[in-house]
């Protein structure tokens, strides 16, 4: 929805500066418009997390991270989903953590509704825990998913320090980005 209403502006102010500019006018907003129209997909549209049997894989608006089940030692939710490995940690940008409004009208019931691994060692359950909110979602899936290929005995314990995580960088991205961001702002230097 985010993504669809970023291009609709981005279409909007480039027919507007047709309008009132001109052909001329349009093709000089035209850089910034696909600017703006590949941050809202690069935002709002491709974050997104696969859990399977190679372990959890996080596309990031910048980056691309496999975390490996033999590689997981925590699952956080305190902002945001945090895969936590002993080297690393990764953030999931797809799984944010509940608004403050959320927060502040959770019920001890909500807390209680908190799924299995949620509470902390002294049993606080953070506000990311709350039922529902795509943090608990993604951090209950996931736990649910290594806890289970931990009883199957499918997992070797020990070895999360010697498992490498693979991290991408979406270059072709940021080449993109920078090179329509010099190209919407060339035409009004001179």
């Known amino acids: 929805m985010l993504t669809g209403a970023t291009w609709l502006v981005a279409v ?9 500019g001109g052909a001329a006018a349009g093709l ?22 696969v859990v399977d049997e190679t372990g959890v894989l996080v596309v990031n608006p910048l980056t691309t991270t496999l975390v490996p089940w ?4 925590d699952v956080r939710t305190r902002f945001t989903c945090t895969l936590v490995t002993p080297r690393t940690r990764v953030e999931v940008f797809a799984a944010p953590g509940p608004g403050r409004h959320t927060a502040a009208s959770a019920t001890a019931q909500d807390v209680r509704a908190a799924g299995r691994g949620a509470a902390d060692g002294r049993g606080a359950v953070s506000i990311g825990e709350l039922p529902g909110s795509p943090s608990a979602v993604v951090a209950r899936h996931v736990r649910e998913r290594w806890s289970a ?4 005995g499918r ?10 995580v693979v ?7 940021l080449g993109s980005v920078l090179a329509l961001a010099v190209t919407a702002v060339v035409p009004y230097l001179g």
């Open 149 to 152: 290929l931990v009883e199957a």
């Open 70 to 73: 033999a590689a997981l030692i």
């Open 28 to 49: 000089r907003a035209l850089p910034g418009a696909l600017l703006a129209a590949l941050l809202g997909w690069a935002v709002f549209y491709r974050p997104h997390v």
């Open 155 to 164: 997992l070797e314990a020990g070895v999360a320090d010697e498992t490498p």
């Open 167 to 173: 991290r991408r960088t979406h270059v072709r991205l």
């Open 12 to 20: 909007g102010l480039t027919t507007a500066e047709v309008v009132t």
